[in-house]
């Protein structure tokens, strides 16, 4: 449905970082919220090509859906009325299920089980404040996930919770050949990987969509292979990589 009907402009969200628009796709008598990014009105990034970020956000439900992560929204490319962009169906993302999912508590109300604090801070008020997310398996997946497409922006405002499962969105800055991992889903750093998890990354190494030849460069789809590989090869999520890069994004939400 995403790629047929007529698409208006109903909003922007003003707080997004690139020209981002809330649209309605009307097809026959059926109609769908969607999220439009028009290519044109993305911001210029030092470290990736101009013009590329749709591209990226199309690649990555691509590799979700190979994977069989089915975290990212489904996700198009178009024409839009402001032009070529990536065109993202709309997450109606539920407040209690987001919540239980990542969270910003004072530090010592951080629970003893079932959460991990991977980040400490302090509030307006100079109170201390922790970042935290739950032991999920959902939310253990998107970090599998996170890893493979090289994700440098998983903040907690890109999690939603929503009827039960767990979607990831803002996938502009992924695919980087470059290590540029930076999630705020570090809990199960080391972890060992189950079977499950191996089965999805060994998808996506085996069975790479034709697709993404169309979105991304080729030394951008080989280093998602080699991602693939070495996660299959060593079994474990990995460390940060201290004095490497930032593996937090900034803000964390």
């Given at each position: 449905m995403l790629t047929d009907g007529e698409l208006q402009l109903a909003g922007r969200l003003a707080n997004?970082?690139?020209a981002t628009y809330i649209t309605v796709l009307t097809t026959g008598d059926d109609q769908l919220e969607c999220?439009?990014?028009?290519i044109r009105g993305e911001r210029p990034l030092w470290d990736f090509p101009?013009?590329?970020?749709?591209?990226?956000?199309?690649?990555?439900?691509?590799?979700?859906?190979?994977?069989?992560f089915d975290i990212v929204p489904v996700t198009v490319l178009i024409d839009g009325p402001l032009g070529p962009g990536s065109l993202q169906a709309w997450v109606d993302a539920d407040a209690a299920e987001t919540n239980a999912l990542v969270d910003l508590v004072p530090s010592d109300q951080v629970p003893a089980e079932g959460w991990f604090a991977v980040v400490e801070g302090e509030d307006a008020q100079e109170r201390p404040v922790s970042v935290i997310h739950a032991d999920s398996a959902a939310l253990r997946r998107m970090a599998v996930f996170d890893v493979l497409v090289n994700n440098a922006d998983r903040k907690g405002g890109h999690i939603l919770g929503s009827q039960g499962q767990v979607f990831g969105v803002d996938h502009g800055v992924c695919f980087h050949t470059d290590p540029k991992l930076r999630t705020l889903l570090w809990g199960w750093a080391g972890a060992e990987l189950t079977d499950d998890e191996l089965a999805a990354v060994r998808r996506v190494r085996d069975v790479t969509p034709d697709r993404l030849y169309e979105l991304l460069a080729e030394p951008e789809i080989e280093e998602l292979w080699l991602r693939a590989e070495r996660l299959?090869?060593?079994?474990r999520l990995p460390r940060p990589q201290r004095g490497y890069y930032p593996a937090i994004p900034w803000p964390p939400f």
């Open positions: 997004a970082s690139n999220v439009y990014k028009p101009t013009g590329t970020l749709g591209l990226r956000e199309v690649a990555a439900y691509e590799v979700s859906r190979a994977g069989g299959l090869q060593r079994g």
